[in-house]
């Protein structure tokens, strides 16, 4: 994964999201990184000073619309988790709140729409856990909560560490629904 972007520290989130997640998008389009199918993305920032946002993909362009609504793939974070994964600190990283892509893999966008049920992770760090709920469709069952420590998520991510590996070992521990993890493993293959 390329360096984390810098940003400034008094980010707020309505800068976040009605600013440079749009512009970020853009850029990636005029590259032709960026997926060129429909998809909404979901925030809900918890806690003082947060807030929800819909992101939405379509025609090439990303648009965005402050409150809820139907969304393909909702992020329910804290306020202080969000700024963590934002400014990079705490060992968190945009990579958090943002659908993994990287080369190579293909647009799943069509099967992220197809699925129904949430994910919680519990990622463990110095302090406090970084905790995220990704719920896809609005759909709260079935339910699985992935717990592990946040550097071999993200390693996990980059493709560092393979997740079943991750799984036999011990690294990644699973409560809830499996098959659910599975499902959504397979959007990362």
Known sequence: MADQPTVDEN???????????????AAQAESGAA???????GYNLMGDGGGSWLMRIAEGRMTSTRGT????????????????????????????????ARP????????????K???????????EPYKVEMCFNGSAAPRTTMKMK????????????NGQEAFMTGKLRVEGDLAFLMQIAALTA
């Open 11 to 25: 980010i707020t989130p309505e800068q976040f999201f009605e600013e440079l997640m749009p512009a970020g998008f």
């Open 69 to 100: 609504g139907d969304a393909n793939l909702t992020f329910t974070v804290s306020i202080d988790d969000w700024r963590d994964a934002v400014l990079g600190r705490n060992g968190a990283q945009l990579a958090l709140l943002l659908p993994a």
């Open 35 to 41: 997926p060129q199918g429909s998809f909404t993305i």
């Open 150 to 161: 946040l550097a071999e998520y993200i390693a996990m991510q980059e493709g560092k560490l």
């Open 104 to 115: 190579g893999r293909p647009d799943n966008s069509a099967k992220a729409m197809a699925l």
């Open 117 to 127: 049920g949430t994910m919680a992770l519990e990622l463990a760090r110095d302090g």
